[in-house]
């Protein structure tokens, strides 16, 4: 009997535990629920505080999958709209996990946190589209590569998205 694998869509969500106004907290929302009514599967840092719980919430309440991949050793930490805790016990190198097992990333303004997850994205050759989020001039090159794309509508997101993963 042939077994076949059918592997579903990951699109990581980063960014800052702590919103700077009330639009990043209603963008990240919006993104989670558009994640969700994509059918795909929403992966992030897991914790219950900013971008990783306003987008989780989206996505769970509109009848997603969420993955929080946890940086602590206990799952007290996350957020109670993530599906399924990985806890890795493992600090920032949890960045690395939130990369690798993400088919493109999605950066929303954040800091220090955010910005390692977006160069070890473009160091394994990973498309992120920064939403809302401007980095500095350094990740233009990445641009004229094909791997940075810049949105600042959820609706321009949902169509790079479905032509990026067409």
Same mark, same amino acid.
């Given at each position: 009997m042939e077994v076949i694998i059918i592997r579903r /869509?990951? @699109?990581g969500v980063m960014g800052g535990a702590e919103f700077v106004t009330a639009d990043e907290e209603k963008?990240?929302?919006q993104i989670g629920k558009m994640i969700a009514l994509e059918g795909w599967v929403l992966l992030n840092g897991g914790k219950a505080s900013g971008v990783m719980d306003a987008s989780a919430k989206g996505a769970r309440e509109n009848g997603g999958i969420t993955i929080g991949?946890?940086?602590?050793?206990?799952?007290?930490f996350a957020s109670r709209? /993530?599906? @399924?805790p990985i806890i890795t016990g493992m600090g920032l190198a949890r960045n690395v996990?939130?990369?690798?097992?993400?088919?493109?990333?999605?950066a929303l303004p954040g800091r220090a946190g955010t910005i390692s997850?977006?160069?070890?994205a473009l160091n394994h050759g990973k498309q992120v589209i920064l939403f809302r989020f401007e980095v500095?001039?350094?990740?233009?090159?990445?641009k004229d590569k094909n791997l940075v794309?810049?949105?600042?509508e959820v609706d321009g997101l949902r169509q790079l998205l479905r032509e990026i993963l067409n």
């Open positions: /869509i990951i @699109i963008y990240a929302y991949i946890l940086p602590n050793d206990r799952n007290c709209y /993530i599906d @399924i996990i939130n990369v690798l097992s993400s088919n493109i990333i999605i997850e977006i160069a070890l500095g001039a350094w990740i233009y090159h990445y794309f810049f949105v600042n």
